[in-house]
């Protein structure tokens, strides 16, 4: 019964599972690293999910996926454990997951031809898709376990670093471009992104120390080329004591990221050997960085002195581009929670003072206003520069208007 009730064209049933079908296959495709992903292939996600975002309200939402015959287990990468589905908005909240994923695989493929434009705006599209599982994902009610991958939390910091790719994506183009200034300010925004996504959770020692070396690291760029911006692109005398304090402040930062790329090879258990691999190649490029720098190092007290470049953030905070037609998640308050009474009461009270107030104040200026016309009026008759006739005449005006602001004021006054 409730399945016909939502779906009760068979043409629009067989369309799910055909979208099904076809989303199954840019599962495998992602898979494997040698498919290629046809972008025709992620406006089925976005029709599948368009279909199904529906208010199903109280209806038992596992058998309608029965009776769809669509998709009832996930298996968590994560946690690796297969999750059964008890809620559409769950199945929504996957099947954007993927979508999520195909950009950031599609933005890697542009990337690697240094397409750098279609590179920015596929991972800006992962990230807002990101934000809408997540948004799909808090309101699944009924789904019995969330696992990790797909928990709500974890979906927003997915959107969240794929965010910082995007910018870090942009840096990297504007470095390549010669476009010094500007990069200088993505790498300083780009180590914002990472500062912020280091205080959003807790992460485990790995991941925290990983975020704590980049953010430190990007901002030690974005120093050593404000510094260079300054000597290549002055029209003015370059000011060597600030190209200076810049240099030293990278120097600064540079060494932060080294000390800590440092610490998580010697002190952290669970790194793998890629990871080891990574690190040693982010040792080499701080140290040449550090070398090339070749500045005299400054204690803490003074380097705190020394301004950061200005952030550009280019991708904005992403907003889900579409939510679940199913609001109930959005607040745990209830009608009965509120004291309509008291609330229509106060807002009474408060009309009642407040229009009065304004109109008063609207009637004050007008009578000020007609009070400087009357003025006027007779110094421009004292001077003969409005005969006599037209001097009564918009006297007589002005005067009646006079008379009903006054009438008006005294009414509000005993009211």
């Not at 002055?234 to 060494?255: C, G, H, R």
């Not at 610490?263 to 550090?290: A, F, H, Q």
């Not at 009065?356 to 009026?377: F, H, M, S, V, W």
Request: aromatic share 10%.
């Amino acid at each position: 019964m409730g399945f016909s009730k939502f779906f009760p064209d068979e043409e629009i049933v067989q369309r799910i599972r055909y979208l099904h079908f076809k989303i199954k296959h840019l599962e495998e495709a992602l898979e494997k690293d040698d498919e290629v992903i046809d972008l025709d292939d992620l406006n089925f996600i976005l029709e599948y999910t368009r279909i199904l975002n529906i208010n199903y309200g109280a209806v038992n939402h596992k058998e309608i996926i029965e009776e769809l015959d669509i998709t009832q287990t996930f298996h968590d990468p994560k946690s690796n454990k297969d999750l059964e589905i008890y809620d559409i908005l769950f199945e929504i909240a996957r099947v954007l997951w993927v979508l999520g994923k195909a950009y950031s695989n599609l933005s890697e493929g542009f990337e690697e031809k240094e397409q750098w434009q279609n590179a920015v705006v596929s991972m800006v599209e992962s990230s807002k898709t990101f934000k809408a599982a997540a948004y799909f994902s808090a309101a699944s009610a009924f789904q019995r376990e969330k696992g990790e991958t797909l928990s709500a939390e974890n979906l927003e910091l997915d959107s969240e670093e794929t965010r910082i790719w995007a910018q870090g994506i942009a840096a990297t183009k504007e470095e390549s471009k010669n476009n010094i200034y500007f990069a200088s300010k993505l790498y300083a925004g780009l180590s914002a992104l990472s500062k912020r996504l280091f205080y959003l959770k807790e992460h485990n020692e790995k991941k925290k120390q990983q975020i704590r070396a980049q953010f430190h690291y990007d901002m030690g760029r974005a120093c050593t080329l404000k510094a260079r911006a300054s000597i290549e692109s002055s029209i003015t005398p370059i000011n060597q004591e600030k190209v200076m304090k810049l240099k030293q402040k990278a120097d600064f930062y540079y060494n932060k990221a080294k000390e800590i790329w440092s610490y998580m090879l010697d002190k952290i258990k669970d790194i793998s050997p890629d990871e080891r691999e990574i690190i040693n190649n982010n040792l080499t490029i701080v140290g040449e960085n550090i070398k090339d720098n070749d500045v005299e190092s400054l204690e803490y007290d003074e380097i705190k002195k020394i301004q950061d470049p200005e952030p550009i953030i280019i991708v904005p905070e992403n907003l889900a581009p579409f939510v679940p037609k199913s609001t109930v998640y959005l607040t745990k308050f209830v009608p009965k929670d509120v004291n309509e009474i008291r609330f229509h009461r106060f807002k009474k009270k408060k009309l009642e003072k407040k229009i009065p107030y304004n109109k008063k104040e609207k009637l004050l200026d007008k009578k000020a206003g007609i009070l400087r016309t009357i003025n006027e009026l007779k110094v421009l008759k004292d001077d003969n520069e409005v005969d006599l006739e037209k001097f009564a005449e918009l006297m007589e005006k002005y005067s009646v208007k006079l008379k009903m602001i006054d009438t008006a004021l005294q009414k509000i006054a005993k009211s």
